[in-house]
């Protein structure tokens, strides 16, 4: 039977932002594919359908559990990654997808997520200390070190820093020793020569564009130029909605994925995106404040992995849109199409209301709110 301290203790706030956001993507959606693309308008309302799904089946499930299967759920992520690799679908150069009849899966997304439950486990279970050596955290170096390279290998350069940075993100937050945190730069500077040259080279020329956008217009840097005038052309209120010349005449490429800010931007001005910014914020100052909250090691330090998954993933698509940061392909969240993406970030912050729900409650005892 439910537990009536629950529903009591249900955090309505969080629940609801989501279901704002959602419906702000549905709206923008539909202008992104406005006449020739309806059919994606139609697959997006039922992956938000299905996320909304899994959101609810997360809320109501107990965090706890999760922590029992951390690292199965860990190493089944990593299975798919090496299967990908050898059976994934190839478009665009990149082999990130599971074909599964007119279904598409894209194991990295999970592996973000399951990253996240494995290194807020092996923190819970570390002794408490002021700050951390290398010989405290190897274990969670190795846990981030094999997704990582498996996502690049794919390519997928956005979602493998995406998953380096969040957990660096919550590794600093935790504490490490100064002497530690020196060498990791270190090691980061030896190795960018070596990541630079694995990668492709169409990722090699989005950074050197991002650099001088003017070096190539109508190559690489027509993405980063086209992007910026949509934003621009904005304004203060926008065009309209169904009004942006930019994204409906075609000058925005994968204006319904990675640059769909840009259709919103350009539709709904500067009050707009500034709105859409202030919900974002509300989302990443609510997951901190779950984490600060948190009764339990794990709840606190997940907590704090799935809010730096969101905020780092959030912060670099708009410095991607916004020419200031190089292309790297990273979806918008919630806003963007693409059902691994939309799923995988319900589910996250469906365990976010569910450690924020389930906070009163530990080793049996009830806590004051």
Not at 290 to 309: C, Q, V
Not at 322 to 346: D, H
Request: aromatic share 16%.
């Amino acid at each position: 039977m439910l537990d009536r301290r629950l529903i009591q203790n249900f955090d309505w706030f969080l629940f609801f932002l989501v279901i704002l956001l959602s419906l702000i993507s549905i709206n923008n959606m539909y202008s992104a594919t406005y006449t020739e693309q309806a059919a994606i308008f139609k697959r997006h309302i039922c992956w938000n359908l299905l996320g909304f799904v899994v959101f609810v089946i997360m809320i109501f499930l107990d965090y706890r559990h999760i922590k029992r299967w951390a690292y199965h759920i860990y190493f089944l992520s990593v299975i798919l990654l090496l299967l990908v690799l050898i059976w994934g679908k190839i478009s665009s150069g990149s082999q990130r997808w599971f074909r599964i009849g007119f279904l598409s899966f894209q194991p990295s997304e999970f592996a973000k997520l399951s990253v996240a439950i494995v290194v807020s486990h092996l923190f819970s279970e570390m002794p408490v200390k002021r700050s951390y050596g290398l010989r405290d955290l190897w274990k969670i170096f190795v846990l981030i070190i094999i997704p990582f390279l498996l996502i690049l290998k794919e390519p997928d350069l956005g979602t493998a820093l995406i998953i380096l940075i969040s957990c660096g993100t919550v590794i600093v937050f935790s504490g490490i020793k100064r002497r530690s945190f020196l060498i990791l730069i270190g090691v980061c500077f030896i190795l960018a020569p070596v990541v630079w040259t694995g990668l492709k080279d169409y990722q090699k020329k989005r950074i050197i564009t991002f650099l001088n956008p003017n070096l190539d217009p109508l190559g690489a840097g027509y993405h980063i130029t086209q992007s910026k005038i949509a934003i621009g052309s904005g304004m203060i209120f926008g065009k309209g909605f169904l009004k942006g010349s930019q994204s409906k005449l075609h000058f925005i490429p994968e204006k319904h994925t990675d640059f769909i800010f840009c259709v919103f931007a350009e539709e709904r001005g500067f009050i707009g995106s500034a709105f859409l910014l202030f919900l974002y914020c509300l989302l990443i100052l609510r997951g901190l404040n779950i984490a600060k909250r948190s009764k339990d090691r794990f709840g606190s330090y997940l907590a704090l992995s799935i809010t730096m998954l969101l905020f780092w993933q959030i912060f670099i698509n708009l410095g991607m849109v916004m020419g200031m940061l190089p292309v790297v392909g990273t979806p918008l969240l919630f806003m963007s199409y693409g059902g691994s993406s939309l799923i995988f970030t319900m589910a996250a912050v469906g365990i976010l209301i569910s450690i924020s729900t389930r906070r009163y409650m530990f080793n049996g005892i009830s806590y004051a709110i």
